[in-house]
């Protein structure tokens, strides 16, 4: 069956410590993977988006990066947070012709 | 470029009362629109779509309908509930290789007893 993951769920990270959330996705190969992120107060925002191993296309300019290195994973990292850089992350595979998939979200506070 | 807006919150509204969220949208070409929701604690969930322009997406008493002529995806209820409480999103999804899913800023909706 087709599934999506995330993990942490939720994550407290100091200032100026490094970030890595995973996405992985089940049941499906070639998968168009999605980070959005929710601040405080503000809807969903398209951070960065992949259509396949190595192609990352960055949607607003930030502190944080994305991988692919593999066809159903897809990485999200910093190297050093910021305060900012709190919020929620999701992740979301959107196949072209069905309902988008996504993972429960990530909780992150950096202190 | 490709955009949603949506409707400010948050949105209180007393049960039974009638609901609307306004949504528009800038697309190039004929995107497929939804509105996604977001109980409190929960994930998002898919509530309603439509495809192309006069459809109207419905589910749980919710409604939509595609108006390519004004570009709009408005979210009707006849009479909300407390258990409709949550933040919804409107968002549209644009074809190609990307096949991006954008999505509106949200609007909060609480609804009291």
């Known amino acids: 069956s087709q599934t999506i993951h995330q993990w942490p769920a939720t994550l407290v990270q100091p200032v100026g410590s490094p970030l890595s959330l995973e996405c992985t996705v089940e049941g499906t190969s070639n998968p168009n993977l999605y980070w959005y992120r929710q601040a405080a107060g503000r809807g969903l925002q398209l951070l960065f988006y992949s259509v396949g191993i190595g192609q990352i296309s960055s949607e607003v300019p930030q502190n944080l990066s994305a991988s692919r290195p593999q066809d159903r994973q897809f990485i999200l990292s910093s190297k050093k947070l910021l305060l900012s850089d709190s919020g929620f992350y999701l992740c979301a595979w959107v196949p072209l012709n069905t309902e988008a998939f996504f993972g429960q979200g990530t909780r992150l506070t950096v202190v | ?113």
């Open chain 2, 1 to 113: 470029g490709n955009s949603v807006t949506q409707m400010e919150g948050p949105v209180t509204l007393s049960e039974e009362a009638f609901l609307t969220i306004n949504c528009t949208y800038t697309a190039t070409g004929y995107p497929s629109l939804f509105w996604y929701v977001q109980y409190p604690g929960e994930g998002l969930q898919l509530l309603l779509k439509a495809t192309k322009a006069d459809d109207k997406g419905s589910n749980k008493g919710f409604e939509a309908t595609y108006r390519k002529e004004t570009t709009s995806f408005h979210l009707e209820k006849g009479s909300v509930q407390v258990s409709d409480s949550a933040v919804y999103y409107c968002a549209l999804r644009y074809g190609g290789a990307t096949n991006k899913l954008i999505f509106g800023t949200g609007t909060l909706l609480a609804v009291q007893p």
